[in-house]
């Protein structure tokens, strides 16, 4: 039987629901949970991921507003408007779009924004919170993958989940995630990444199998046991001379073999991808919350 396909936009659709919903309660109380987005630049992939981002904000009630430096700015105007919209009170969340030019230190403008308006999630002290168990907010793509898998019946308690890619962004806070004595995580997370000797010996062993490696069709079928959970984060461009654009997006496993394997399986696109906004969006309204001292819960 064809794995069950763990539909991202369906998710993100419920979330979005129940979001709103919690936004129409603070404005009740007064308050409008805000957004600061920074660009530094015209980066094609960084203008089509803000107008996304300021998309999903009108969607859901959120305030937003994009604030956009020359591509020449220095990183002491960067750090000079990160200061500014620390101290405004209208913007609960801040973040600066990634990747910024090469004169400029990620590092440093990441530590410049104030742990409480991190919604990214990047910030040192956020990070470590959230490895120690004790987290403000999650990253957005590793809680976007948890949220698939809590919300489509496939809990990772008591499971042994193996994650390919070692990444800051996806594959250590996700590890911290599920690694966590908890409701939801309480998971037996092996870490493997493109170094890993014998990779296959360690992801056939999967209950949940998470490929975020960043390399097309990594994973393919005769990695993958019977009726594991397969959650693919990766988003890779291939050549494809059938299409308007001469490419298609790819995952990180073989789609096409895993879906005749596995139980259920997220595609690329529509699976992962649209969670990791919506997870954004669920940030800024936690921030607003834990600032103003209101709920909309």
């Not at 308690?157 to 599920?178: D, M, T, W």
Request: aromatic fraction near 4%.
């Amino acid at each position: 039987m064809p794995a069950k396909i763990l539909s991202g936009r369906e998710i993100s659709a419920e979330i979005k629901d129940e979001l709103r919903a919690r936004v129409a309660r603070l404005k009740d109380q007064g308050v409008t949970p805000g957004l600061a987005m920074v660009r530094v630049g015209e980066d094609p992939a960084s203008v089509s991921y803000m107008r996304q981002k300021e998309k999903t904000s009108a969607e859901v009630g959120v305030f937003s507003q994009t604030f956009v430096l020359p591509e020449q700015a220095s990183q002491g105007e960067l750090l000079q408007k990160i200061d500014a919209l620390n101290r405004d009170d209208s913007f609960h969340g801040i973040l600066v779009q990634l990747p910024l030019p090469r004169h400029i230190d990620p590092r440093a403008v990441i530590e410049a924004i104030d742990p409480l308006k991190d919604v990214d999630c990047f910030h040192p002290i956020n990070v470590g919170k959230l490895l120690i168990g004790e987290p403000y907010l999650l990253p957005c793509t590793p809680h976007g993958v948890w949220q698939i898998l809590l919300r489509s019946g496939y809990s990772p308690e008591g499971k042994h989940v193996v994650i390919c890619g070692r990444s800051n962004l996806n594959g250590k806070p996700l590890f911290a995630i599920l690694i966590q004595k908890k409701s939801g995580a309480n998971a037996t997370v092996t870490v493997c990444h493109t170094r890993t000797p014998n990779l296959a010996d360690f992801t056939r062993r999967a209950d949940i199998l998470v490929a975020a490696m960043g390399v097309p069709r990594a994973i393919t079928a005769d990695m993958v046991r019977e009726g594991a959970v397969v959650i693919d984060v990766g988003v890779n461009r291939v050549e494809d001379p059938s299409k308007k654009s001469g490419f298609r997006l790819v995952g990180d496993t073989d789609f096409d073999a895993l879906v005749e394997v596995a139980e259920a399986i997220t595609p690329v696109p529509g699976g992962v991808g649209p969670m990791t906004v919506t997870m954004l969006m669920w940030n800024t309204v936690v921030a607003c919350e834990t600032q103003t001292g209101l709920s909309g819960n």
